[in-house]
């Protein structure tokens, strides 16, 4: 059974960092996309980056610049690094994983639990 575990949230203030963290537990045969998307209170969730399987990667205009994804294929996680944060930010943070488990057919979609990001001004 795969799961996605995220971490590294916290309360920070604007202009800082900090690292987020996706691991994928589970046999996995193969991981298409990885995703981050967040959804702030009374928002809808939205994307804020992906990395392909290639490394190729792509970002929400709202982050461009400021925030960085990579991915550790050898310990099966991926990264945001969310730098110069503002307030609105703020939001929970999920991983999104579009994967191929070691058994049975695929690709399929998984989601973590999120992990909650607080900009103060």
């Known amino acids: 059974q795969v799961q996605l575990v995220e971490s590294g949230g916290g309360l920070v203030q604007a202009g800082g960092s900090l690292r987020l963290s996706c691991v994928a537990f589970?046999?996995?045969?193969?991981?298409?996309?990885t995703s981050w998307y967040r959804q702030a209170p009374g928002k809808q969730r939205e994307m804020v980056a992906h990395?392909?399987?290639?490394?190729?990667?792509h970002y929400t205009d709202a982050v461009k610049g400021r925030f960085t994804i990579a991915r550790d294929n050898a310990k099966n996680t991926v990264y945001l690094f969310p730098n110069r944060l503002k307030p609105e930010d703020t939001a929970v943070y999920y991983c999104?994983?579009?994967?191929?488990?070691?058994?049975?057919?695929?690709?399929?979609?998984?989601w973590g639990r999120g992990t909650q990001v607080t900009v103060s001004s």
């Open positions: 999104n994983a579009d994967l191929i488990p070691l058994e049975g057919l695929g690709p399929y979609e998984y």
């Open positions: 589970g046999s996995i045969k193969a991981v298409n996309v």
């Open positions: 990395i392909t399987k290639s490394g190729r990667t």
